[in-house]
């Protein structure tokens, strides 16, 4: 039998859990606050940070968000991080991807303070990651790493192939992963023979935005697979696996939707109550 990981449920107790810890600090005087920054009216993203905004406001959180024009030139983008980061009331802030095509991303995630990089995008914050030194993570990755632990995955000396190498989740996970002892093999679109990389792995990820990719012939019997991709079709969402021809081959599966999704939001807020807390204590995390 294949168990589905519900990462709804995970999701929903690391929520609970933080609107604790929020009503906690608020009794002291300390409300965490995010920072939300749309640009344009891309819809897709208009509902992320629409629901990004919501648990925020859930857990009892501050809501700050600013809404700019997409023909908003770089400089009026730059000028608003530039503010909030200043803002000793916002904890966090959340640039929504992807931008308007002039403007550059990466340079103005990097305006971000690695103390407010919720989204754990910054050069500064990868360089963190990647030297083992405390700071925010991507939140994908970092829900991964949560689901894993819930289901009692033992990730020390664990096989784990990572397919996808993009920035926002397989390298921050491959290296979250080779953190917690794992030996990874990360897998893209120039591996030959993609079935060698997952098949003897105990840990299969799959983050590529390719519907349908990973299917029976690249998994061994028992393993645990993760499902991050998410694909809308007219018979639903679906995802980077075929998980129904899974059934009864994995041992544990994240279904789609259900699973890691819901872990991204879970992850953010866990951020944004961490960098409350680590910026009410000066020099904890360098800016």
């Not at 929903?12 to 609107?19: K, S």
């Not at 891309?42 to 809404?67: L, N, Q, T």
């Not at 190498?165 to 917690?180: K, T």
């Not at 872990?263 to 800016?287: G, S, Y």
Request: glycine share 10%; proline share 7%.
């Amino acid at each position: 039998m294949t168990t589905t990981i519900d990462g709804a449920r995970i999701a929903r107790d690391i929520r609970a859990r933080v609107a604790e810890r929020v009503a906690e600090t608020a009794a002291s005087g300390r409300v965490p606050g995010l920072a939300t920054i749309l640009v344009g009216d891309d819809p897709a993203s208009a509902v992320y940070v629409a629901a990004k905004r919501r648990a925020i406001r859930e857990a009892g959180m501050r809501d700050f968000h600013r809404h700019l024009s997409s023909l908003a030139p770089e400089e009026e983008v730059a000028a608003v991080i530039d503010e909030l980061a200043a803002d000793p009331d916002v904890s966090g802030i959340l640039l929504q991807l992807p931008l308007p095509a002039h403007l550059d991303a990466a340079a103005l995630i990097d305006r971000i303070p690695a103390t407010k990089d919720v989204d754990g995008l910054t050069t500064a914050s990868a360089g963190r990651l990647a030297r083992g030194e405390r700071g925010l993570r991507p939140c994908t990755p970092s829900g991964v790493i949560e689901l894993l632990d819930t289901e009692g995955v033992e990730l020390r000396g664990a096989c784990v192939a990572v397919v996808g190498w993009g920035e926002l989740v397989g390298r921050p996970l491959a290296q979250l992963l080779l953190r917690r002892g794992a030996t990874v093999t990360v897998a893209h679109e120039f591996t030959a023979d993609l079935a060698a990389v997952t098949r003897p792995a105990d840990i299969v990820v799959v983050a590529t935005g390719v519907r349908g990719l990973i299917g029976p012939e690249h998994v061994k019997p028992g393993a645990t697979v993760i499902d991050v991709g998410i694909h809308r079709t007219p018979e639903g969402l679906t995802g980077d696996v075929r998980a129904a021809e899974l059934d009864g081959v994995a041992g544990r599966i994240t279904p789609v939707p259900g699973g890691v999704g819901p872990m991204t939001i879970a992850m953010l807020m866990v951020n944004t109550l961490r960098a409350a807390e680590w910026n009410a204590v000066p020099k904890t995390v360098p800016a």
